[in-house]
């Protein structure tokens, strides 16, 4: 088994994702840190290396982590037999130790890929915790489906060779889209496409609850709106390439729903609105405070294993109810976007 960790100017965070792998119950056999076009004078290439990678030093590679990986994976799965295993994972993210071994026990009954269940790190402030609590309820809807995989998640997933190989095989027979390799450049979400890609080969994709790590959080509003706003793009983005099939019919599903719900939110904030203004308060209803009472238990107990901050914010509905309009609003902006055309670029966060 092979680790590559794709990085660019990440010397102040690769060692701890590359101590985090020496520190497995399974050590992978070889850790490689995959550096492409860094302006950081040398600092990720030697961070990498203090802490025992093998550095794959790449410049002028075109397609960012995408490009990256993919001229990575063509020099080194040659190498690897079909049924070795690469793992994925991203530079500003750290594995519990129990990761690997995990991963690799689910890799069974057609299971062609491993996802990771992903979880916040500390700090960020009131913008931390709700992207911890957000991230939380991510991980319990994982368990509730029973550990399948939404995403083989970019922070850290394990693939079997074989698999990797049949996907660019399948896009230079023109049966994916994509580009001709292994990793879609054509994508604003590679971790989402390659799902897609695998799933419609007729592999299953797993995240097993044990395989869970803990990354990066956005610090300020900008740098969250840009991150989501890419990832909502480039979801929309390979739902509208793959067309509707048996594996895209359930995204769809979400996203309509996604819509349905931000629309059906709006109405009742604007219904509020008249309200107050006509009525100068809220008129008090038995039936719709059951309802509400029964909505604030849902969001505490989806983040009751995150600890006493998560559920304390949980409970200050109105805060979450914002964070959730924030949401709706990159919603709506990456559909304008998507209908408009505009280009949007891959921004590193």
């Not at 990986?69 to 037999?81: D, H, K, R, W, Y």
Request: net charge negative; with cysteine.
């Amino acid at each position: 088994m092979i680790a590559l960790i794709p990085a660019r100017n990440e010397g102040d965070r690769i060692g701890a994702a590359i101590d985090g792998l020496h520190a497995q119950t399974r050590v992978p056999d070889q850790v490689i840190a995959v550096t492409n076009n860094c302006t950081d004078s040398g600092a990720t290439r030697e961070a990498a290396q203090d802490s025992g990678a093998w550095v794959l030093d790449l410049h002028g590679i075109e397609g960012m982590k995408a490009g990256a990986l993919n001229e990575a994976l063509e020099q080194l799965l040659p190498t690897l037999g079909d049924d070795d295993l690469v793992l994925i994972q991203d530079a500003d993210t750290v594995l519990t130790p129990g990761f690997v071994e995990h991963a690799a026990a689910a890799m069974r009954r057609r299971v062609g890929a491993v996802g990771g269940v992903f979880y916040g790190e500390e700090g960020g402030g009131l913008l931390g915790q709700l992207q911890r609590n957000e991230y939380q309820r991510y991980a319990w809807e994982i368990a509730r489906n029973g550990g399948k995989a939404v995403v083989l998640t970019g922070t850290a997933s394990l693939f079997r060779v074989r698999v990797l190989k049949q996907v660019k095989a399948a896009r230079l027979a023109g049966q994916l889209g994509g580009g001709a390799s292994y990793y879609s450049l054509a994508s604003l979400t590679e971790d989402d496409e390659i799902t897609k890609a695998v799933k419609t080969l007729g592999y299953r994709t797993m995240s097993p609850a044990a395989c869970t790590v803990t990354t990066e959080v956005m610090t300020t509003p900008r740098a969250l709106w840009d991150q989501r706003l890419r990832w909502q793009r480039g979801a929309l983005e390979n739902l509208r390439d793959y067309g509707l099939t048996k594996v895209t019919a359930p995204y769809v599903g979400k996203q309509i729903m996604m819509g349905l719900g931000a629309i059906a939110f709006a109405l009742y904030l604007s219904f509020v609105a008249l309200e107050l203004c006509y009525l100068g308060e809220i008129g008090v209803d038995p039936f719709w405070t059951a309802i509400g009472g029964i909505f604030v238990v849902e969001k505490v107990v989806s983040v009751w294993h995150a600890g006493w901050r998560a559920r304390l914010l949980a409970c200050v509905l109105v805060v979450e109810l914002a964070y959730d309009l924030f949401q709706h609003a990159v919603y709506f902006r990456a559909l304008l976007d998507l209908a408009l055309r505009r280009e949007e670029l891959w921004v590193a966060t």
